[in-house]
Antibody, heavy 124, light 107 residues
Framework: EEQLVESGGGLVQPGGSLRLSCAASGFSFSDHYMDWVRQAPGKGLEWVGRIRNKANRYTTEYAASVKGRFTISREDSENSLYLQMNSLKTEDTAVYYC???????????????WGQGTMVTVSS | DIQLTQSPSFLSASVGDRVSIACRASQGISSYLAWYQQKPGKAPKLLIYAASTLQSGVPSRFSGSGSGTEFTLAISSLQPEDFATYYCQHLNGYPRTFGQGTIVEIK
């Protein structure tokens, strides 16, 4: 079964840091672009960022709201995706989902597999 | 950035109804649009991509149409399991914006 499982969420103070992990199984993780999406309590979905695969040099894209504070990385040998979050703000409070992109073709890269999400709460 | 506006934001319907949800993009995005369904406490589920291509395993009562700036998700005969929130997302550049969502509730 193709699966993504996030971990690492929790309560952190404003200005603090947290690292989320996403463990992939059941598919060839290294082939796929991977994304992070978040959802604040009672709100809609917000795309956070993407990391491409090795063939595309592991390049990244970020939403303006997190650029410079968040870093996406991956370890293909461990089938793992990471989200390093620094300088956290109260508005970063959300459920964070990792998601697999369907393909690397432009415009044909929706998110076809999602994790169950991990909650991050930024509060003093 | 490309903005996506969904309408309506809330829809009340009965089992068996045909319903449509619109998604308007702030600039042309060809057919680079996806639709997702999300139930409370669950991760989103991909329904449609490339505006009209049904994801594997998704019931055929779901359909998508449109191109450029105007898109529609239709459900031909609403089933009890279809009551959820629906989001569109563009796949044409970054950031990969989502619409604000449409809640489909039981009348």
């Amino acid at each position: 079964e193709e699966q993504l499982v996030e971990s690492g969420g929790g309560l952190v103070q404003p200005g603090g840091s947290l690292r989320l992990s996403c463990a992939a199984s059941g598919f060839s993780f290294s082939d796929h672009y991977m994304d992070w999406v978040r959802q604040a309590p009672g709100k809609g979905l917000e795309w956070v960022g993407r990391i491409r695969n090795k063939a595309n040099r592991y390049t990244t894209e970020y939403a303006a709201s997190v650029k410079g504070r968040f870093t996406i990385s991956r370890e293909d040998s461990e089938n793992s995706l990471y989200l390093q979050m620094n300088s956290l703000k109260t508005e970063d409070t959300a459920v964070y989902y990792c998601a697999r992109t369907y393909s690397s073709s432009w415009g044909l890269d929706p998110f076809d597999i999602w994790g169950q999400g991990t909650m991050v709460t930024v509060s003093s | 950035d490309i903005q996506l506006t969904q309408s309506p934001s809330f829809l009340s319907a009965s089992v068996g109804d045909r319903v449509s949800i619109a998604c308007r993009a702030s600039q042309g995005i060809s057919s680079y649009l996806a639709w997702y369904q999300q139930k409370p406490g669950k991760a989103p589920k991909l329904l449609i991509y490339a505006a009209s291509t049904l994801q594997s395993g998704v019931p055929s009562r779901f359909s998508g149409s449109g191109s450029g700036t105007e898109f529609t998700l239709a459900i031909s005969s609403l089933q009890p399991e279809d009551f959820a929130t629906y989001y569109c997302q563009h796949l044409n550049g970054y950031p990969r914006t989502f619409g604000q969502g449409t809640i489909v509730e039981i009348k």
